[in-house]
């Protein structure tokens, strides 16, 4: 359960279900919230937060209880004024109105309240701790920007090297491509407008045999859930995904083999999954993130107190793009999960 909202005292989640006994790598929880925390990047926006992450409950003496396990981050560079005259004016595209709905009224609009990116630091804490689980049964998670605004990454053909990617600033496969999609952004925000992307993530080690076809239990189902309670995320293809639809049966099926005395497939268009279930390959799936909808143009909107149209400017600290800072996020909704295909 994640608490909090961005411009409140502090933002956090509530892990139940961590076995007893992980002696749980502090330090290695802070490096991924170190990935994805604010005011690292000309790409990205200027709110500054240490987001150092304290550990209230659920751990004694270095190690896990099995008891929830609860992890803080507190806030710090916060301009709530920024937001006061769009109290009654939502956003375009942003969760204001359908908070504001959904609360009567009573949502706390600053920053956008629960409903902002921010809150995306706690579900990189919870997924991290996730991530420490899985490690111990050979399961590993990686991802990288696979495309911005049309800029398209190098093919992602082996997870391997997912490791690597995860230690640089711009987590890309192709470096020359990751500058052209530095300059998009730049360029958008140059113009007081935000560009979107694409996100692609392996989950290896997962056995076959995991999930169901049905209701709850179907894998694809289950990693889907888990990525859409990321804010900005609007589509999740598995495998080959959308480009399915421009092939042939004989290009889509993938041929089994046996290799080193395992059942393999020689192509993984599937994602690693059939019939709702893990068929022992690496699950892989991209993500489509929209642009930043809090962006510097005049946008239309309507004032909610006296139903006239209005034009609106959004003040305050946005990032051009969602996408650089959301490789962390997507990784750790990703270790969640396959946690909960695992039935931890």
Known sequence: ??????????????????????ELDLEAVQRELDRRKPGQSPTATARKEDDRVEVLS?????????????????????????????????????????GFIKSQGCQ??????????????????????????????????????????????ASLEDTGVLEEVAQKAFPVLDDA????????????????????????????GLPAGLGAPDFGCNVEGVFSQYLFSVPAVKGVDFGAGV??????????????EVRDGQVVTRTNHAGGINGGITNGMPVTFEVTIRPTPSIALPQESVDLRTGEETEIEIHGRHDPCIVPRAVPVIEAAAALAACAVLGI
Request: with cysteine.
């Open 1 to 22: 359960m994640i608490f909090g909202e961005s411009h409140g005292p502090a933002i956090g989640v509530v892990l139940e279900g961590v076995p007893a006994g992980l």
């Open 58 to 98: 659920g751990l004694f003496e270095g190690k896990t209880t099995g008891t929830p396990l609860t992890m803080l981050i507190r806030n710090g560079d916060q301009h709530s004024s920024d937001y006061a005259s769009i109290r009654y004016t939502p956003r375009p595209s942003h969760g204001d109105y359908a």
């Open 108 to 153: 706390d609009y600053r920053g956008g309240g629960h409903f902002s990116g921010r809150l995306t630091a706690p579900l990189v804490a919870a997924g991290a701790v996730a991530k420490q689980v899985l490690e111990r049964r050979g399961i590993r998670i990686g991802a990288h920007i696979s495309s911005i605004y049309g800029i398209c990454d």
């Open 177 to 204: 491509k990751g500058e052209e999609m530095q300059q998009a952004i730049l360029e958008a925000k140059e113009e007081g407008d935000s560009v979107g992307g694409a996100i692609e993530c392996a989950v290896t």
């Open 243 to 256: 480009a399915f639809s421009l092939m042939r049966g004989s290009e889509a099926n993938d041929p089994f």
